[in-house]
């Protein structure tokens, strides 16, 4: 649904653009958003500098988890900094920012990154075969009698 704006005209709300689904871009959008990303990255950096090296390694880029959290900042204050946005808009990013610093700063605090990046190897018990299948076939039967139930029921 179309919204009117302050000046009473009606705003296209599909060209309002949705958050980034870092996961799902294509080699194309990759290759324009990687610069955007690291670009705005670094004005954020700037304009906070207690964002240091704790909080965003130098080696960001190599954490998946520290990029989809940045990305999603960088949506949260592209909505609550927009024309449409309502003047508490800027609080909401504030609040936004304070919970993805915290994230990133736990993320950060748990990487073997120093002065370079390192990859931090982790030794994960195999999940055995008896074991995926089990879970498996009670995750279907229940799923099942839902369904059984829910025809009953209807």
């Given at each position: 649904?179309?919204?009117?704006?302050?000046?009473?005209?009606?705003?296209?709300?599909?060209a309002i653009a949705p958050p980034s689904h870092w996961p799902s871009l294509t080699v194309d959008e990759a290759a324009r958003e990687w610069?955007?990303?690291?670009?705005?990255?670094?004005?954020?950096?700037?304009?906070?500098?207690?964002?240091?090296?704790?909080?965003?390694?130098?080696?960001?880029?190599?954490?998946?988890?520290?990029?989809?959290?940045?990305?999603?900042?960088?949506?949260?204050?592209?909505?609550?900094?927009?024309?449409?946005?309502?003047?508490?808009?800027?609080?909401?990013?504030?609040?936004?920012?304070?919970?993805?610093?915290?994230?990133?700063?736990?993320?950060?605090?748990?990487?073997?990154?120093?002065?370079?990046?390192?990859?931090?190897?982790?030794?994960?018990?195999?999940?055995?075969?008896?074991?995926?299948?089990?879970?498996?076939?009670?995750?279907?039967?229940?799923?099942?009698?839902?369904?059984?139930?829910?025809?009953?029921?209807?």
């Amino acid at each position: 649904m179309d919204k009117l704006s302050e000046t009473g005209e009606l705003l296209d709300m599909d060209a309002i653009a949705p958050p980034s689904h870092w996961p799902s871009l294509t080699v194309d959008e990759a290759a324009r958003e990687w610069p955007a990303l690291r670009s705005w990255v670094e004005k954020l950096m700037a304009r906070f500098s207690h964002l240091d090296h704790h909080v965003i390694p130098r080696c960001w880029f190599l954490h998946n988890g520290h990029v989809e959290a940045l990305v999603a900042l960088r949506d949260q204050e592209r909505v609550n900094y927009g024309e449409t946005a309502p003047g508490t808009a800027g609080v909401d990013w504030h609040r936004a920012f304070k919970e993805v610093e915290a994230r990133l700063r736990e993320w950060t605090g748990q990487l073997a990154c120093g002065a370079a990046h390192e990859v931090r190897t982790r030794q994960i018990r195999p999940l055995g075969a008896d074991e995926w299948d089990c879970f498996v076939k009670s995750d279907m039967t229940e799923r099942k009698t839902n369904a059984e139930n829910d025809t009953l029921a209807g």
